[in-house]
């Protein structure tokens, strides 16, 4: 009956166990004398029932063992006098901790009042809740009772049926019953037990890996338990182990989850182990390979590896934690509502106890801002009410959250690559094998290269069909699910504040300005829940969570929606999460289903607080159903403020807004980090889309459409996540839908002319189906199903006869009804008509005239507007350093305006001392501000007065923007509740005079640039600013809602130093989305004594396609503010905001506005409606670029036709 403890063996047993567990193994109790002493121990004379096994972390010699006095006395309470009778005694020990049988009441037998120390030993120990007893007796009716079998405090002795007297009397004696030593368990013992039946062995589990513990057993028969035996080695400790492998970052189910981050990156989200082998968790091994036997170097390693931290980096809270109560297995600690937001449901805590100087994992059920809740299944068995820090002096100590992420960068695009990891702790090292990842491998993909352009074709099939083909394969091909091809036309008008002629697309602000972030993560969730999980789902009626075929939890998030079966439901946030359980929100309501389907909506991976725009970018394309993007960040006042700029490049038309889940965002307000739609999408104008599943299949026809309209098309590849690439072009391929010309609608008419010659006439009238017709063909034959050999003549259309037809729903004709013809000509002659009186003088070679009389000229003719002097014919010049004012007119090429012209006649060296100024009679004077998108024009000439066009123009007349031949060609639009007057013209489509366009870039093309300048400029008094070399200062620029971002010259990002150069301020402004070419120039403002300060004017000329025409006005704002230095702030001395002219109001000035030209169309004078044929053609004659015509006049219903010949010059 010797105990014994052993370690387990690692032939039979896993790492865990044996690094958890002691077996201890013993013989059944007997008195012999084997090995050559007697064993008086034995069963006791009965049977033995079971086997108490204890054990503690501390010896068992440092247990205080409960001990009573029992002192009986005479009436005088002397020990005079013998005393004669007997006692009982009753012992409760059901408060205290020990087997059933020792957790009961129990009463001993009469007990003689001068019974000796071994008779009231035996006595007490023959009750059943008692185990080994030491009474010792010095003097006669007078015992100590010590308990050293039962562990604890043994408060509730009594004594019962007192029957003593004084010797052959009837006098009672006293007797006193007195607790003289509290028992209690050691500090840090850590004491458990266990009853065993039968078996003469016992393995002890869910030990500490290198604690020494301490063991005994002991026997019990019908009497209780009886003598401990402590085992042999009298301690021993389980052996510190290599930890165990890792597992899901979301439970301890599955292994750590991969999943694609971006075309070049994996992330790894790893969980610690369930065992960390008795010491702290320290690193986790990641490696990765494009082979499964991860081998591909020369000297068999894998192709890449990477060692990381186990724990997070950012603790939840430090030295917060209190205590910790091991009953309710609940931490007591001082947190936050950012703590709480760390600490997740089934995420691992690391915390170190400084009783025993070890670090425990724990697994979080719930937390509050005062207490932590975990799960019992943990290897601490003991509470602690106040806890230290490592360094045994702090009180409180550390919460860290075990577990860690990697993002695998630098990987090929389409090549699978395995990873696995291993865990490694402090003591052991690495674990005895990697763990594979859940899944084993991914393919690093992101959204697919947009195809080739030259391999897109489009072919018209008939008047209302089109054919989209393509000739080549993806280049991703392995990505590749499906092809969109799209068809549409272009818009008359622009679509939205920046979008263009084909739609606009969705631009999404994200901004967590003045939320006083800190830390800690958002996602982002997009669209409907419409995204099929993998596997399938189990649901019964009634029951609050679904079972899965699959572990879902890398695909959904605790507070993530997700519909089964049809119901809606929210994973809930503190439920168990596992492999095969998703823990909803509600019960289910519906019918069983043991086999449907769960979809959710499409989410993206936590996004770090701070993300840059790349990680952003990247987070965005890995989410199901979402294309490319592009992405701005804006840094705002604070370290902690951001805000991005999504632009969807690929999404069409209008977006679900983006949900944005912030419960794991830290910091002050992380509940109103805002999503803002700051342009919505837009489609094109008949927009339609095929999706092509089959990528063999490399077509799609267009059916229905109008004929004669440009149609465009492009193609884009959608990946295996449901992303579309860009599209093949940014212009994409068009082409007019048709087929050929049906028969003409009038049949022709036969006579002879001679013997040998026909007159064929005919009408050059067939409907176009789509296109203009070129030609006619005149087929002669002597047989009248044309078998015969037949002559083919075939005869362009060169419109040499027109005709002209009017004719009244109702006569009578008003008599001063009449129309006006055109050559639909905008250039028109020169005339005086406009300028008269109007002089000027110019020198031979001169690039400027001088005027004379009838000035301002400028008031008069645009810049870009073409005009004739000395027979020349020239235009006003788009260059801004060529002066245009009240005295002089630059002159510039007439084919383009932004090269200088020198005046030359054919005198040699003669100038003009007096000439008149010659206006094309077409041209209508200018347009101000022209602004890209505008559907009307503001018709105010340069000097601020009203262009009045409205005795030229009528509704329905056409007019031609920027140039009288390459211009943007318009109708006054012809409906009424559109302004038409004096400043205002309404502008219609061309073909439909009833439909709204707008400017493009066809007319602004042809307006001079947009210049803007500002100055910082000292007050006089203090003569000149603090150079930025010495102490810097800064502003910013805010253009439109954007605000400059991207330098720190001159302090927070955005910030700009005062007097930097020009092409720094060139480079900051070309980071704004609406700008895409700017020029920029420097000049220095010299200090004038007793007038003004020194300083600095910038000159800002927005040269790019975007920002042709009117531009709005850029902004100066956060002047040595917010972020931006201010040198009045130096303490060395420096003078900036205070000293300057306005203090930081900086107004931006407007040097050069835009004007456009424009031009009506030429057209006849007023023709009445009953006209002779010889007022017609001397109307038409006297057209600037008519010919001589013939003209002929019938009558043609209710009124008359004009054949019209044109003959030549």
Request: charged content about 15%; glycine content about 8%.
């Amino acid at each position: 009956y010797s105990p014994i403890a052993t370690t387990l063996s690692f032939d039979l047993h896993t790492s865990e166990e044996v690094g958890t567990s002691l077996e201890i193994i013993w013989g059944a109790p007997k008195v012999d004398s084997h090995g050559g002493h007697v064993d008086f121990v034995g069963p006791g004379g009965d049977a033995i029932k079971s086997y108490l096994v204890e054990w503690s972390k501390v010896s068992w010699e440092h247990y205080i063992h409960t001990t009573w006095d029992l002192i009986i006395t005479d009436s005088s309470a002397l020990h005079e006098k013998d005393l004669e009778g007997c006692f009982r005694l009753t012992l409760d020990t059901t408060a205290n901790s020990g087997p059933s049988i020792m957790t009961e009441i129990f009463t001993s037998a009469n007990i003689p009042v001068d019974a000796t120390a071994a008779e009231l030993t035996t006595i007490i120990q023959n009750m059943p809740n008692t185990g080994e007893v030491l009474v010792t007796s010095v003097v006669k009716y007078q015992w100590t009772i010590e308990f050293q079998g039962n562990v604890g405090n043994i408060s509730e002795l009594t004594m019962e049926d007192v029957s003593v007297f004084e010797k052959e009397t009837v006098i009672l004696g006293i007797a006193t019953l007195s607790l003289t030593t509290v028992g209690s368990i050691p500090e840090g013992a850590s004491y458990a037990f266990d009853e065993c039946y039968e078996s003469l062995s016992y393995t002890i589990k869910h030990l500490i890996p290198g604690q020494q513990y301490y063991v005994r057993v002991a026997a019990a028969n019908n009497l209780g338990y009886g003598s401990h035996r402590t085992t042999a080695p009298l301690s021993l400790m389980p052996p510190i182990q290599k930890p165990g492998k890792p597992l899901s970052i979301f439970h301890d189910d599955s292994n750590p989850v991969l999943r694609v981050a971006s075309s070049s990156s994996l992330l790894v989200q790893i969980g610690p182990p369930a065992f960390d082998g008795g010491a702290i968790l320290t690193q986790f091994v990641i490696e990765w390979d494009s082979s499964a036997n991860f081998d591909s170097l020369s000297d068999g390693s894998a192709l890449g590896s990477v060692t990381i931290d186990a724990l997070t980096p950012t603790q939840p809270c430090s030295n917060c934690v209190i205590a910790f109560d091991s009953e309710s297995n609940t931490f007591t600690y001082s947190g936050n509502s950012n703590t709480v937001k760390q600490l997740i449901a089934q995420r691992k805590v690391a915390v170190y106890f400084s009783d025993d100087d070890i670090h425990y994992l724990f697994s979080v059920i719930s937390a509050t801002l005062t207490s932590l809740t975990v799960s019992s299944q943990h290897l601490r068995t003991t509470s602690l009410v106040t806890m230290k820090n490592q360094d045994g002096i702090s009180i409180g100590t550390n919460l860290d959250i075990a577990g860690a992420q990697y993002e695998i960068v630098g990987l090929t695009q389409g090549v699978r690559y395995f990873v696995r990891v291993t865990s490694v702790n402090g003591e052991m090292g690495s674990s005895l094998s990697s763990t594979e990842t859940f899944p084993s491998s991914e393919i690093p993909r992101g959204i697919p290269s947009p195809p080739a352009a030259s391999s897109v074709s489009l072919t018209v099939l008939d008047k209302q069909s089109l054919k989209v083909e393509w000739k080549d394969p993806p280049v991703d091909e392995s990505i590749v699910q499906a092809y969109v091809v799209e068809c549409f036309t272009k818009s008359l008008t622009l679509s939205g504040n920046h979008g263009t002629f084909f739609g606009t697309q969705e631009v999404v602000q994200l901004d967590s300005s003045g939320l006083g972030l800190m830390g800690g993560t958002f996602a982002i969730s997009f669209g409907d829940t419409n995204i099929l999980l993998p596997g399938k789902v189990s649901v019964s009626n009634g029951r609050d969570y679904a079972v899965t075929s699959i572990d879902l939890a890398p695909f959904i998030c605790r507070g993530c929606d997700v519909v089964i079966d049809g119901s809606h439901f929210t994973v809930d946030r503190l439920r168990t999460f596992s492999s095969t359980r998703i823990p909803l929100s509600r019960a289910y309501d519906g019918n069983n289903n043991p086999s449907t389907i769960a979809f959710t909506s499409s989410t993206s991976t936590p996004i770090s607080y701070d993300g840059s725009s790349s990680a952003l970018i990247a987070a965005l394309e890995n989410m199901p159903s979402v294309g490319k993007v592009h992405v701005d960040r804006f840094d705002g006042y604070e370290t902690d403020e951001f805000i991005w700029r999504i632009t969807f490049l690929s999404n069409m038309g209008a977006l679900p807004i983006l949900v944005v889940d912030t419960s794991q965002l830290l910091g002050k307000k992380p509940d109103d980090f805002s999503s803002t739609i700051l342009q919505k999408g837009i489609v094109p104008e008949n927009y339609q889309s095929v999706i092509i599943d089959d990528i063999a299949q490399m077509s799609a026809t267009f059916n229905n459409l109008a004929t004669g309209v440009n149609y465009y098309a492009r193609l884009r590849y959608r990946s295996d996540r449901g992303g579309d690439s860009l599209p093949t072009n940014s212009v994409p391929i068009s082409t007019l839908t048709g087929q050929i010309p049906g028969k003409p609608f009038s049949p022709p008419q036969v006579r002879s002319l001679t013997e040998s010659t026909l007159l064929v006439t005919y009408e050059e009238v067939s409907e176009k189906n789509g296109a203009d017709i070129t030609e006619y063909i005149i087929e002669v034959s002597t047989s009248a199903s044309y078998n015969e050999p037949s002559i083919i003549t075939s005869i362009p259309v060169n419109h040499r006869v027109q005709r002209v037809m009017t004719s009244a729903h109702t006569t009578p004709w008003e008599s001063t009804s009449t129309f006006t013809l055109s050559l639909n000509d905008f250039y028109g002659t020169f005339t005086s008509d406009s300028l008269k009186n109007t002089y000027v003088s110019v020198q031979h070679g001169s690039s400027q005239a001088v005027i004379l009389d009838g000035g301002p000229l400028n008031a008069k003719i645009t810049r870009g507007d073409f005009f004739r002097l000395g027979g020349n014919e020239y235009r006003v010049c788009l260059i801004a350093d060529q002066p245009y004012d009240s005295n002089s007119i630059p002159l510039c090429k007439k084919d383009n305006a932004w090269l200088s012209a020198k005046f030359s006649t054919n005198v040699p060296n003669e100038g003009l001392d007096r000439a008149p100024v010659f206006l094309l009679d077409t041209s209508l004077g200018s347009i101000k501000q022209p602004t890209l998108g505008d559907t009307s024009i503001n018709t105010i000439n340069a000097i601020g007065l009203p262009n009045d066009v409205t005795g030229r123009l009528n509704r329905g007349d056409y007019l031609r923007v920027g140039h009288p031949h390459l211009g943007e060609t318009f109708r006054v639009s012809i409906e009424e509740d559109r302004i038409f007057d004096d400043q205002n013209i309404p502008l219609a489509s061309f073909e439909d005079a009833s439909v709204s366009a707008s400017l493009s870039f066809k007319s602004l093309v042809h307006a001079p640039y947009e210049i803007q300048s500002y100055t910082f400029q000292a007050k006089e008094s203090s003569s000149s600013l603090t150079q930025s070399s010495v102490s810097s200062s800064g502003y910013r620029i805010m253009f439109e809602s954007e605000l400059t971002h991207t330098t720190k010259s001159s302090g927070s990002a955005g910030c700009i130093a005062w007097d930097g150069s020009a092409d720094a301020l060139q480079a900051e402004l070309e980071t704004f989305h609406g700008i895409d070419a700017v020029e920029t120039t420097r000049t220095l403002v010299n200090h004038v004594p007793g007038i003004s300060g020194a300083g600095i004017t910038y000159h800002v000329t927005f040269t790019g396609r975007n920002v042709r025409g009117n531009v709005p006005s850029l902004q100066i704002v956060d002047v040595g503010a917010n972020g931006c230095l201010n040198a009045d702030d130096d303490l060395l001395g420096g003078k900036f905001l205070q000293h300057m002219e306005g203090e930081g109001i900086v107004a931006m000035v407007e040097e050069s506005m835009p004007y456009l030209p424009f031009y009506k169309v030429q057209t006849t004078v007023d023709i009445p409606f009953d006209a002779s044929p010889r007022d017609v053609k001397a109307a038409i004659e006297d057209l600037s670029h008519a010919c001589k015509v013939d003209v002929s006049r019938d009558v043609y219903g209710h009124g008359f036709s004009w054949d019209v010949t044109f003959r030549g010059a």
